[in-house]
């Protein structure tokens, strides 16, 4: 059973477009989520992070939006750059840490110049 | 700092036999964890620590074993490794065990088993 799913395997933009990246889950316990980056050859780095409290959270150009009731998050990048080109894991946990962090199969992003 | 520091970079095993992979952080953190990920999966948690003197199973632990005898080192060992155990392995580190959501990764061990 995946508890945090990506459907989206990869997904191509324009430079200077939005990038929208989906995640759902089915865990209702997470109360808190996440998204990491991962460019080849390195470990998954924190991009954003949102509480199950608020509907949306902002850093720069990456915005998380949250959905309680679709159980559904998206992560907003605009405009996007060549150097956004990585995977991108969303993942779900909670945060008294009574659940362990439960990773998506991620989506590769290309942004084109 | 340093960081999460994993040894080593690349690995080749022969079925049955043993090695230990290595991590270490510089930042104090009480939280470790080891991930493994494949290729079109996610990362799956192997083991984790809330602090040195304790571990505990995660979501894929068989085949694996983990100590945490000082806050800054977590060693994962494969006792007798097998073909489904090629992964690229991740450690990770965060401040607690409350904080634990927002962990850094060290950049990884690719293992691979004949």
């Known amino acids: 059973d995946q508890q945090v799913k990506q459907n989206s395997p990869s997904l191509s933009v324009q430079e200077g477009r939005i990038s929208i990246l989906n995640c759902d889950y089915t865990n209702s316990m997470f109360d808190y989520f996440l998204w990491y980056k991962k460019y080849p050859a390195e470990g998954p780095t924190f991009l954003i992070s949102?509480?199950?409290?608020?509907d949306k959270n902002e850093d720069g150009r990456f915005t998380v939006f949250l959905n309680k009731s679709a159980k559904h998050l998206s992560l907003h990048i605009v405009p996007s750059q060549p150097g956004d080109s990585a995977v991108y894991f969303c993942?779900?946990?909670?945060?008294?840490?009574?659940?362990?962090?439960?990773f998506g199969k991620g989506t590769k992003l290309t942004v084109n110049p | 700092n340093a960081g999460v520091t994993q040894t080593p970079k690349f690995q080749v095993l022969k079925t049955g036999q043993s090695m230990t992979l290595q991590c270490a952080q510089d930042m104090n953190h009480e939280y470790m964890s080891w991930y493994r990920q494949d290729p079109g999966m996610g990362l799956r948690l192997i083991h984790y620590s809330v602090g040195a003197g304790i571990t505990d199973q995660g979501e894929v632990p068989n085949g694996y074993n983990v100590s945490r005898s000082t806050t800054e080192d977590f060693p994962l060992r494969l006792l007798s490794a097998a073909p489904s155990q090629t992964s690229v392995y991740f450690c990770?580190?965060?401040?607690?065990?409350?904080?634990?959501?927002?962990?850094?990764f060290g950049p990884g061990t690719r293992l691979t088993v004949l």
């Open positions: 990770a580190s965060s401040i607690n065990a409350e904080r634990y959501n927002e962990q850094f």
């Open positions: 993942a779900g946990g909670t945060q008294g840490g009574s659940e362990k962090l439960v």
């Open positions: 949102i509480s199950s409290i608020k």
